[in-house]
């Protein structure tokens, strides 16, 4: 499809929202992952009037922030001269955003390990006259699924976010946790394991063991210890296996996805626990890539939660499936904005 039917067709939503709510303002919401970026226009309601999703798949330090300006600069740039007018952004970065430095670390991403995002995006936003607020993406997460998913009426509230990272959004008594460098919510780095390994030093026990890149370790170690493997996975290279075939060699039965899966639940289950009985939830949603397929799993995760997680606690809180899914980070950048403008 031309770029100009493109800008013709966002135009016209543009128009539309307008007259069904006479709102002339939208943000710029850029979610961030470690493999992927995206860029939406939404609207005061949240309606989502443009949206674009680019592989950072190759690019490091500055290549990634000159890839957020641009997709900023092209948002500008189709409702140039349109009845909506925008004038802030809100950016949500995977691992730990100091409000305080204006850094990002993010272990995924290479070359921002302490990178001045802030200081980076500066020049460029007072040259485009908008404003922008960053914020870890569990902080997002949360914030997405208050304003418009699972958690709008509640005040207590975790997201437990499990993809190729893990993280956690906490919401207490109608207060997002920030922590003395804007870190609360690390929950790759709960320690579910009985003895340590120098793999945890970098990504933490649970994430080690039970994030998408767990399962596929996992996958890939018991394969390489029983060379006489039956099922799917084992007819399989096993550095070319994927979490989808894990996940479909699950559904056909394999007996090497179903051990790793059982055990991912089994830490999934603790982790919710562990959460439940610090902060006393109403909520615990699970989202992230895994859920996503995982979803089917909530039963059990709830069941193994119970096992391990405060009893009063857990006679009161709902365990769930993210309602925005892959946008709940998106929805909650351009919360961020919404709120800080």
């Not at 641009?70 to 949500?92: D, E, H, M, Y």
């Not at 975790?158 to 893990?166: A, D, N």
């Not at 959004?169 to 460098?181: A, P, S, T």
């Not at 790793?260 to 439940?276: C, E």
Request: proline share 4%; with cysteine.
């Amino acid at each position: 499809m031309p770029f100009f039917r493109i800008k013709l067709i966002f135009a016209t939503q543009a128009s539309l929202y307008l007259k069904q709510t006479g709102d002339r303002l939208a943000v710029i919401a850029i979610d961030l992952i470690s493999t992927g970026l995206t860029s939406a226009a939404l609207g005061n309601s949240g309606k989502v009037l443009y949206k674009e999703t680019l592989s950072i798949e190759g690019l490091k330090g500055t290549e990634v922030s000159r890839l957020i300006k641009g997709q900023i600069t092209k948002i500008l740039n189709i409702f140039k001269n349109r009845p909506i007018q925008i004038k802030s952004a809100g950016i949500s970065v995977p691992g730990i955003y100091n409000s305080k430095t204006g850094c990002v670390w993010a272990p995924n991403i290479e070359g921002w390990d302490e990178y001045p995002l802030k200081q980076d995006m500066k020049p460029f936003l007072i040259e485009h006259g908008v404003n922008v607020k960053i914020a870890n993406n569990r902080t997002c997460y949360i914030l997405g699924e208050m304003w418009l998913g699972a958690a709008q009426k509640s005040r207590n509230a975790i997201y437990l976010s499990i993809g190729k990272g893990i993280g956690a959004g906490i919401l207490v008594d109608g207060n997002v946790l920030h922590g003395f460098n804007d870190g609360v919510g690390a929950a790759g780095w709960l320690a579910l394991s009985d003895s340590f390994h120098p793999e945890f030093k970098l990504r933490g026990s649970f994430e080690y063991l039970a994030s998408g890149r767990g399962i596929l370790n996992s996958t890939r170690a018991l394969l390489s210890k029983k060379k006489d493997s039956m099922g799917i996975l084992a007819q399989k290279n096993p550095d070319e296996i994927t979490l989808m075939d894990i996940f479909e060699a699950y559904r056909q039965k394999d007996p090497t996805a179903k051990k790793v899966l059982q055990q991912s639940r089994k830490y999934w289950g603790m982790a919710a626990a562990n959460l439940i009985s610090l902060f006393n939830p109403e909520l615990i949603i699970f989202g992230g890539s895994l859920f996503g397929p995982a979803q089917q799993f909530l039963d059990e995760i709830k069941a193994e939660t119970a096992r391990w997680a405060q009893p009063l606690f857990m006679k009161n809180v709902k365990i769930l499936g993210s309602q925005l899914g892959s946008n709940a980070g998106l929805i909650g950048a351009g919360h961020l904005a919404m709120k800080k403008f």
